[in-house]
């Protein structure tokens, strides 16, 4: 394991504990994802609200229409989604069922079992990149982050998507599939208004962000997020004026962050490196 990732844990434990608390305060339990780890991954999401507000996917959907409907899910639904998009060399593309999670959380599918669900989806063709979705519900972050304004706040990835957890699965998903580069494998955050494509960073593109900050510490950029996610919600609020400062938090916990609105067409999964750089 590299530093990046320990750093990662690190701060994913403490937005972890943070969101926990605050849970706790308002009477509901929660449980540390980091702390549950691997182990509990395996084990069955429990079933706690009905089918009202579920999202689905067929698995011939479309990138756009899948996200039509995980967009409509992160408005609606109190919990959380996981969602799995292939898109295979030549064109062709599936979706995986999606997965209910609980208002804060979705373990999903364990890795072995996506992995041979994809295997028997793709049947004889190669696999172009794996997008491995998530959905932030508009409530639970309005909760967490104690939001109050109307407009639908900005829900980036949380301490834990960034945390050496996230990685861990991605290298699962490799040794399941050892064809499959690292850049194949992308990750995103849905949240209320457009997708968080982020990935672990490399110490060169971490320095060159940070060169002008050296002294942006860990406390700092959690405090530069949170801002950034209650301040999103306000009027006043410019995403353009804000965004160079949240990638900057981010890299302090080694993470490249790229957004991209619900309303940009852009094509297929593009993921944290597709230029150039626009809200
Ligand atoms: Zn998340």
Redesign the pocket.
């Known amino acids: 394991m590299i530093v990046g990732n320990m750093s990662g844990a690190i701060v994913g434990h403490s937005i972890m504990n943070l969101m926990s608390e605050r849970l706790k305060r308002d009477g509901i339990k929660t449980s540390n994802a980091l702390k549950a780890g691997l182990v509990a991954a395996s084990l069955i999401t429990p079933y706690e609200h009905g089918p009202a507000n579920a999202a689905e996917i067929p698995r011939y959907a479309s990138w756009r229409q899948g996200i039509t409907e995980l967009k409509r899910s992160a408005l609606e639904s109190p919990n959380e989604y996981e969602a799995i998009f292939i898109q295979y060399k030549g064109g062709s593309s599936d979706w995986l069922p999606p997965v209910r999670g609980t208002p804060t959380r979705v373990k999903g599918r364990t890795v072995p079992e996506s992995a041979k669900m994809i295997r028997e989806y793709k049947a004889a063709r190669a696999i172009g990149r794996i997008c491995h979705l998530?959905t932030?519900p508009l409530n639970s972050i309005r909760h967490v982050f104690g939001v109050v304004d109307k407009k639908p706040p900005h829900g980036p990835?949380?301490g834990?998507?960034i945390s050496s957890l996230g990685d861990l699965m991605r290298n699962f998903f490799r040794m399941s599939m050892p064809q499959l580069q690292d850049h194949q494998i992308i990750q995103a955050?849905l949240d209320p208004r457009g997708i968080w494509y982020h990935r672990h960073m490399k110490v060169r593109e971490r320095d060159t962000i940070l060169k002008n900050d050296p002294h942006f510490s860990e406390i700092a950029a959690e405090r530069a997020i949170k801002s950034f996610v209650r301040d999103s919600a306000s009027d006043s609020f410019s995403f353009s004026a804000r965004y160079p400062e949240l990638q900057k938090a981010y890299a302090v916990f080694w993470r490249k962050v790229r957004f991209v609105s619900y309303d940009d067409q852009e094509p297929t999964c593009t993921g944290p490196d597709y230029g150039p750089e626009k809200k």
């Open positions: 998530h932030h990835p949380s834990g998507d955050v």
